[in-house]
């Protein structure tokens, strides 16, 4: 299984005078060619953030980005200066944001703004050819009539048509790597699964990898071969998705699993977890889950787990599930290194 | 104190609560700001001269002395006072501009007062009764805001004489269509919320309702609006009084005292150049200070205030 | 699309024709129109003759309907000091105003965005601060202030430019000067801020994230959703050059509009000032299905709303 993105120690900050938030806090990150990986996580735990930084889609003064390792297909994409950067993204890399509707330029066609992925990396393409094309791809991803469609403007599409178009502009140049920001969260349940569907297709008719950021464990579930479960901008969990989601051991993976409406039969009352997800600019010392976690020992409120993995690639951050004596290496310390 | 006694989770500690229910400080934020230190400063030097100034220097501006007729700037040889120039009577140019801010500024804040008022009150009454009535005001309301300024006034004035009463109810009509919008959107927003249901039910009059009620959501929005509108009717005033058709001599203003040096221009510029400038610097002073307060209250672009402390590297 | 554009021109309608009733009202609320027309010093044998022959003290309502009749036959008055229709000495007079308004209009507009844009790439950059500070400096600005002092500096001083008068194109320097400077002040924070707003967009994130250069991002994709602020601030002062133009042409002796209201103000010639608000009122109508018809062009969802 060769990898085909590699994260090592992210960390992102966003300074202010006034305070530091850290939204992302030493994640380490493998997706491997071909892969579905799933990123999951309450609002605020930092998955969102983490894709944005590593896009550089982050506003560089109040945001940090720091790394020990961030790589494509074996390139350093720290060292890229923006003209590579703007080459790899659109052609390599694309990403599918949450909502069509804000995240599609209003004022501009869905073909047009298709097209665009054309202007910009195919410039030898004639205005006829990226027409034909265009109209392909909204037909690729199952839009009726895509001959009138092209010409029409966002707020036009139904929520799911929208979605399906942002999809077609992000899979135009045929890019290796796909990373789908919450891709379903503002439909309803019967065009998630459609969408799902669809892009589990184009996946494997590409052959592209994915990264799919959800807060949604059905989602995971039916559709990621490997998850991670991040809190409070850290890794508590990660693994295959069976085994995560069926041999649960982060308290806080338990948790989740545990309130989920199918876990209690009817009548019983649902079941949640404890408390609030912490104030990101003044973090709890330790692990970041103690202060809302029924196993915490005295050493979680000191020293902040590392995540440990076994052979299958099962990792979890918990001293109650690794106790600290029987670990292998010491924590490590995020890098500091400015971008 | 246990995460399970809380009925909503972990409360917010101490620290916490001081950090983000941070009240902004505004002198501290002020100082740090040299325009709108600068605007503080010179907006509280037209406050002392509006109200002190005719009691001081009201001789200085009045009596005529033709020995020193339109004496260049920085004449300090008889009194500091004409470090400005002198006019072609011989009055001082500073004495007459420090003089002439009680009636700039007092025509200006009787018309910005009574916009206000009778804006934020027709506003009120148009956004509650809605219906037909409110339609009605707001196309009226419309009419007026659609119609340029100076040239309403002008027209009026034509009818009416110009005098000062007459002058400050003019500048008024042009602006009250901009506290009634304000005001009507607000009452329509407010209209629609629970506490004015609950206090209707228990039997308040809508007299009562909007004034106790609305009115006090309200206020703040329009003051926002009061600070820029009285720099617009100090414009729009000055306009009216340099092209003679404001107010009228012996009363002077600073539009007045441009027009006045207008024919020595090649002669005597420093006659028109300084009330001129003065009208300049209030207004922008009020403008810069208007914008300043907008971001401070912002609690998005606040942490730019201290953006000389921050030494992060740019991208 | 229709529909929009039938229910803005007949929103405008209204405000025009309410305006011309409000005027109307106005003139007989303060007195009899007949002492608007007449001089002080006129007796009262010649005033009661005045007001026979023009009928003015018919009841409201007639008098009402002879205006309309009037108004519908473009007939707004005689001129009192030049005994021509008052609407033709005001029609003669605009194309003057008109093409003032256009060229400070135009170079305004360009120079606030390009500044604007500059601004709003660096907020609060030192770039930003002093382009805020100039801006609202030409925003704040009296112009019959700037006007005369230009002229000192320009005309006198230094004898680059006429005093005044219109001729060749070096008389239009200095008023086109005085008559920028605050819709541009104006215009460049508009610019800046609708520019900013739209930059934290999620469709920027988007345009970003396929890799498209800055400039497109800045010049395409933001400006272009940044345009409908623009346009609302552009058509206020457009509206608002009326203003500009009654001192500026007073002062540089330009023979457009703003001098002839002045000019009819002082020589107490009602006539033409009535004409003269009366067809303003219908520019500034003409001027609004302008304006309602670009906000459809370049919003196409108030296109199909």
């Known amino acids: 299984m060769k990898p085909i993105f590699e994260l090592s120690q992210l960390t992102v900050e966003f300074r202010s005078p006034l305070e530091t938030v850290t939204a992302v806090h030493g994640l380490d990150l493998v997706v491997n060619e071909g892969e579905s990986f799933a990123i999951v996580g309450e609002s605020g735990s930092g998955k969102t953030v983490s894709m944005m930084a590593t896009m550089r889609l982050l506003p560089t003064p109040p945001a940090h980005v720091a790394a020990e390792a961030m790589r494509f297909e074996g390139r350093d994409l720290r060292a890229m200066d923006r003209r590579a950067w703007r080459q790899l993204c659109g052609e390599r890399i694309a990403m599918v944001f949450q909502d069509a509707l804000t995240a599609l330029n209003p004022v501009y066609t869905v073909g047009w703004q298709i097209g665009e992925m054309f202007r910009i990396h195919r410039p030898a393409m004639s205005r006829r050819e990226i027409r034909e094309r265009t109209i392909g791809l909204l037909a690729e991803v199952g839009i009726p009539e895509p001959q009138q469609r092209v010409n029409d403007y966002p707020h036009q599409f139904s929520g799911g048509m929208r979605q399906r178009a942002m999809i077609a502009m992000a899979i135009a140049l045929e890019p290796a790597f796909l990373i789908a920001d919450e891709p379903t969260t503002a439909l309803d349940v019967t065009v998630q699964a459609q969408l799902m569907d669809l892009l589990a297709r184009l996946k494997a008719e590409r052959g592209m990898s994915m990264i799919l950021i959800t807060h949604d464990l059905g989602l995971v579930s039916e559709n990621a071969d490997r998850v991670a479960i991040m809190y409070a901008g850290s890794v508590m969990e990660t693994g295959a998705v069976d085994d995560v989601l069926t041999r649960p051991r982060h308290p ?24 609030s997800p912490p104030n990101l600019a003044r973090k709890p010392e330790g692990c970041p889950f103690h202060p809302r976690c029924q196993m915490a020992r005295p050493v979680c409120r000191t020293s902040k787990p590392a995540l440990i993995a076994e052979a299958s690639g099962h990792g979890v951050a918990c001293h109650v599930v690794n106790p600290p004596d029987t670990a292998a290496t010491p924590p490590r310390e995020p890098a500091r290194a400015d971008r | 104190m ?47 001269f509006a109200t002190l100034g005719p009691l001081l220097l009201g001789d200085a501006a009045t009596d005529m002395n033709l020995r020193a007729r339109n004496l260049p700037l920085g004449s300090i040889e008889n009194s500091w006072l004409g470090i400005l120039g002198y006019d072609p009577l011989g009055r001082s140019v500073l004495a007459r501009c420090i003089v002439a801010t009680q009636t700039t500024i007092g025509i200006a804040a009787a018309a910005a007062l009574a916009a206000l008022t009778i804006g934020t009150i027709v506003g009120l009454y148009a956004g509650y009764t809605g219906g037909r009535t409110g339609r009605v005001i707001m196309q009226l309301s419309d009419i007026v805001q659609s119609f340029p300024s100076l040239l309403l006034a002008l027209f009026v004035l034509y009818m009416l004489e110009p005098q000062p009463l007459n002058i400050v109810l003019v500048l008024a009509f042009g602006q009250i269509p901009i506290y009634l919008r304000v005001a009507r959107a607000e009452v329509l927003e ?7 249901d609950a206090a209707r039910v228990l039997g308040a009059k809508p007299r009562q309702i909007l004034a106790r009620h609305i009115g006090p959501l309200v206020l703040p929005v329009v003051i926002n609006i009061v600070t820029i509108d009285f720099a617009l009717i100090m414009l729009s005033e000055s306009s009216l009084s340099f092209l003679g058709l404001g107010v009228q001599s012996p009363s002077i203003t600073w539009g007045v005292l441009v027009a006045q040096g207008r024919e020595y221009l090649q002669s005597a510029w420093w006659i028109s150049f300084f009330p001129g400038l003065m009208i300049m610097l209030t207004t922008l002073s009020i403008n810069l200070l208007a914008n300043w307060l907008r971001r401070v209250r912002d609690p998005r672009e606040r942490w730019r205030f201290d953006r000389a402390r921050h030494t992060g590297r740019r991208r | 699309m229709q529909y929009y554009v039938v229910s803005r021109l007949a929103q405008s309608f209204i405000s025009l024709i309410g305006l011309v009733i409000l005027v109307f009202f ?3 609320m303060t007195g009899n129109p007949a002492d608007l027309y007449l001089p002080d010093d006129v007796s009262a044998a010649a005033r009661q003759a005045f007001i026979e022959l023009h009928r003015l003290d018919d009841p409201i309502i007639l008098q009402f309907g002879r205006f309309i009749g009037d108004l519908v036959h473009l007939d707004l008055g005689t001129s009192i000091r030049q005994g021509r229709s008052a609407a033709v000495i005001v029609l003669e007079a605009y194309p003057t105003s008109l093409a003032l308004a256009a060229i400070s209009m135009s170079i305004a507009l360009v120079l606030a965005i390009l500044l604007g844009v500059w601004a709003a790439v660096r907020p609060t950059g030192v770039v930003d601060r002093t382009i805020s500070v100039l801006s609202l400096a030409g925003a704040s600005a009296p112009n019959f202030w700037v006007a005369l002092t230009l002229i000192s500096i320009f005309a006198v001083g230094l004898q680059l430019v006429p005093t005044s008068g219109i001729g060749g194109w070096d008389h239009w320097i200095l008023p086109v000067a005085v008559l920028v400077l605050r819709p541009l002040g104006l215009l460049s924070q508009v610019v800046r801020e609708a520019v900013i707003r739209s930059l934290s967009a999620p469709y920027i ?42 001192v500026i042409e007073t002062i540089f002796g330009f023979p457009g509009v703003g001098k002839l209201i002045i000019d009819a103000i002082v020589q107490r010639d009602f006539a033409v000032v009535q004409a003269a608000v009366i067809i303003t009122a219908t520019v500034i109508f003409l001027l609004n299905i302008v304006i309602d018809l670009l906000y459809a062009l370049l919003d196409p969802r108030i296109r199909h709303s």
């Open chain 1, 252 to 275: 806080y993976t338990l948790g989740l699993l545990a309130s989920r409406p199918q876990a209690v039969r009817k009548g019983e009352k649902l079941s949640s977890i404890h408390g």
């Open chain 2, 190 to 196: 407010l209209r629609e919320r629970l506490f004015v």
């Open chain 2, 2 to 48: 246990s995460s399970t006694d809380h009925p909503l989770g972990t409360p917010p500690d101490e620290a916490e609560t001081l950090l983000t229910a941070r009240r902004p400080a505004y002198l501290h934020f002020l100082v740090r700001d040299p325009f709108a230190l600068a605007s503080a400063i010179w907006l509280l030097l037209i406050v002392l």
């Open chain 3, 26 to 28: 106005m003139i007989r």
């Open chain 3, 205 to 246: 994130r988007t345009a970003r994230s396929k890799g498209a250069p800055d400039r497109s991002i800045l010049y395409v994709h933001a400006l272009r959703n940044a345009s409908l602020p623009i346009l609302t601030m552009a058509g206020n002062q457009a509206v608002a050059f009326i203003n500009g133009s009654v």
